[in-house]
Nanobody, 125 residues
Framework: QVQLVESGGGSVQAGGSLRLSCAASGRQFSGYETGWFRQAPGKEREFVAAIRRWSLSSTYYADSVKGRFTISRDNAKNTVYLQMNSLKSEDTAVYYC?????????????????WGQGTQVTVSS
């Protein structure tokens, strides 16, 4: 079992930055892919970014955040981060981290078995 807790959300002006953290309990955490998803008001949840398990450094991003967001993991701290730069109003959403065996399709929610409760990010223009 893995429990995930997101933090680092908040309000920021357009062009600003935030760093989200996803802290995990459970020794198996480093053995899972971990992804970030977001859900804006009135919209479906969408994939944002993912990182491979263990120390593999492969990362994957939605086109809408590529070049602005960076996902990373610190297995020693059981934490995955999402550094968000050059934020836009359309980045406003609740951000969720999720873990699971998602190698087949990093953007597929169904492959992530464990989910956090989410953290709100609000970007004002």
């Amino acid at each position: 079992q893995v429990q995930l807790v997101e933090s680092g959300g908040g309000s920021v002006q357009a062009g600003g930055s935030l760093r989200l953290s996803c802290a995990a309990s459970g020794r198996q955490f480093s053995g899972y892919e971990t992804g970030w998803f977001r859900q804006a008001p009135g919209k479906e949840r969408e994939f944002v970014a993912a990182i491979r398990r263990w120390s593999l450094s492969s990362t994957y991003y939605a086109d809408s955040v590529k070049g602005r967001f960076t996902i990373s993991r610190d297995n020693a701290k059981n934490t995955v981060y999402l550094q968000m730069n050059s934020l836009k109003s359309e980045d406003t959403a609740v951000y969720y981290c999720a873990s699971g065996f998602a190698e087949a399709d990093y953007a597929a929610e169904s492959l992530y078995a464990y989910w956090g409760q989410g953290t709100q990010v609000t970007v004002s223009s």
